[in-house]
């Protein structure tokens, strides 16, 4: 059975800088198209970002407009994990910060009814 942990969430000033990480357990990560979503508190949950892996063309990335420069997502092969490196964190970034996984190809890998398997979610609170 495959499950996902979130960690790496907490408390930061406006600015500063955080790391999440999914750990994976029962597949790799290259077994799936992974993905970065977050809910705040009255909203529903957005797109943050998303990994997927070729056997040609390596791992491809794709951000959310309001994260794309900031924030970075990778695979730590040898952890089974995906991360989230999180830059220049705004207030606006407060939230749960949930990582999912699927299995198979989708286009619309921005959405998060497409993926199948979900983590607990980790907290995100940036301070102005």
């Known amino acids: 059975q495959v499950q996902l942990v979130e960690s790496g969430g907490g408390l930061v000033q406006a600015g500063g800088s955080l790391r999440l990480s999914c750990a994976v357990s029962g597949r790799t990560t290259s077994s799936f198209v992974m993905g970065w979503f977050r809910q705040a508190p009255g909203k529903e949950r957005e797109f943050v970002a998303t990994i997927t892996s070729s056997a040609w063309t390596g791992d491809s990335t794709y951000y959310a407009d309001s994260v794309k420069g900031r924030f970075t997502v990778s695979r730590d092969n040898g952890k089974n994990a995906v991360l989230l490196q999180m830059n220049s964190l705004q207030p606006e970034d407060t939230a749960v910060y949930y990582c999912?996984?699927?299995?198979?190809?989708?286009?619309?890998?921005?959405?998060?009814?497409?993926?199948?398997?979900w983590g607990q979610g980790t907290q995100v609170t940036v301070s102005s």
């Open positions: 999912a996984a699927r299995v198979g190809y989708t286009p619309q890998k921005s959405n998060a009814n497409e993926y199948d398997i």
